[in-house]
């Protein structure tokens, strides 16, 4: 009797030990896995219409580790682009972000509506603009080739398209000192020579 009472504490205390281990374990690895970053846009105050269907990307390190975290967001809206990217604005203004005037913003002249902003640790971009349409078949083939990311069906291509992309700011390029543009690359001389002196003879040029 003593023998099995023994057994019974024993089996009763490992399957309380796996019990109060696997319960943190399991919030633990949710939350490494889980971005709060997304659940920050997931709270911006945005109409139904303006957030129909949402994609989320994640990629790279939250501690930096080679890479720094790169949160990339793609939202369907029902309306306009700039209907839609006025009311991303607004709700981006009502929760603290602050539009961001820097160079590179974009990287390359873009199509609709494209700003950036800040907020704390974080830089974000926000682009808008229309959807991509696809062409109707040509003889039963598609007219243009697949891509990996199949853009909107023929006839739908109304409303807009949102980009959102979130980087931490110490990993944005556009926080640091920009370099200055060589002179020799513009065309300019970057040793000028000398003045001449008030004799009107030259004061030299360097060697």
């Known amino acids: 009797m003593r023998e099995r009472r023994r057994l019974r504490l024993g089996i009763l205390a490992l399957v309380t030990l796996?019990?109060?281990?696997?319960?943190?374990?399991?919030?633990?690895?949710?939350?490494?896995?889980?971005?709060?970053?997304?659940?920050?846009?997931?709270?911006?105050?945005?109409?139904?219409?303006?957030?129909?269907?949402?994609?989320?990307?994640?990629?790279?390190?939250?501690?930096?580790l080679q890479d720094c975290r790169l949160r990339e967001r793609t939202v369907t809206s029902d309306r306009a682009p700039e209907e839609t990217?006025?009311?991303?604005?607004?709700?981006?203004?009502?929760?603290?972000?602050r539009p961001w005037q820097v160079a590179r913003c974009p990287e390359q002249k873009e199509k609709g509506s494209y700003t950036c902003w800040r907020r704390d640790e974080l830089t974000l971009d926000l682009w808008v603009r229309q959807p991509t349409c696809v062409p109707p078949p040509v003889n039963g083939a598609p007219a243009v080739p697949p891509?990996?990311?199949?853009?909107?069906?023929?006839?739908?291509?109304?409303?807009?398209?949102v980009s959102v992309k979130v980087r931490n700011a110490i990993d944005d390029e556009r926080t640091r000192p920009q370099p200055s543009t060589d002179p020799s690359l513009t065309g300019e001389d970057p040793f000028p020579t000398f003045t001449d002196d008030p004799l009107g003879e030259p004061t030299g040029s360097p060697s």
Do not use: M
């Not at 911006?44 to 790279?60: H, M, R």
């Not at 891509?147 to 398209?161: E, I, M, N």
């Open 85 to 97: 990217a006025r009311v991303y604005s607004q709700a981006l203004a009502a929760e603290g972000w």
């Open 18 to 64: 796996v019990l109060l281990g696997a319960v943190p374990l399991y919030f633990g690895i949710r939350t490494l896995s889980h971005d709060p970053v997304f659940d920050t846009l997931d709270e911006l105050g945005v109409p139904g219409w303006a957030a129909v269907k949402t994609v989320d990307n994640v990629s790279g390190s939250r501690w930096c």
């Open 147 to 161: 891509s990996p990311v199949p853009p909107p069906a023929a006839g739908k291509c109304t409303g807009s398209l």
